[in-house]
C-alpha cells in the first residue's frame, strides 16, 4: 500500500491483488495492513491467520476480505474521514 494511512481504493486495490495473485505475492502490503489492525486492536483472529505463513491461500483470502471490512467499519467508527473514505461510485472486489 502507498501510504501508512490506506484509504478505500488502496484496500480494494489491495484485496483484487491478493485474488489475483496471492497473499505471498502481495505480502509486504499485506503485512502493513495487518500491522495497522494489529495496533489498533482490529480483528486479531484475523490478524493471527494473516500471519500464519502455512495457513493455506483461500483462508488467506478470506481473512484478509474480512479485515478490510472490518477496518473500514473501524473507521468509519472513529469517524476518521481519510480512513476507508468510499470513491463516489460503488467498486466491488473483482473476486467478488
Known amino acids: 500500500m502507498p501510504t501508512s494511512r490506506p484509504n478505500h481504493d488502496h484496500l480494494l486495490a489491495l484485496g483484487d491483488a491478493v485474488a489475483r495473485r496471492g497473499v505471498a505475492a502481495n505480502r509486504p502490503a499485506v503485512d502493513a495492513l495487518v500491522a495497522r489492525a494489529r495496533a489498533r486492536g482490529i480483528r486479531p483472529v484475523l490478524v493471527g491467520i494473516l500471519e500464519d505463513r502455512t495457513a493455506p491461500d483461500v483462508v488467506h483470502q ?24 468510499p470513491p463516489p461510485r460503488r467498486r466491488q472486489l473483482s473476486a467478488a
Do not use: E, F, Y
Not at 478470506?62 to 473514505?85: F, N, Y
Open 62 to 85: 478470506r481473512a484478509l476480505g474480512r479485515l478490510i471490512v472490518a477496518v473500514c467499519s473501524q473507521a468509519g467508527a472513529d469517524r476518521r474521514p481519510d480512513d476507508c473514505t
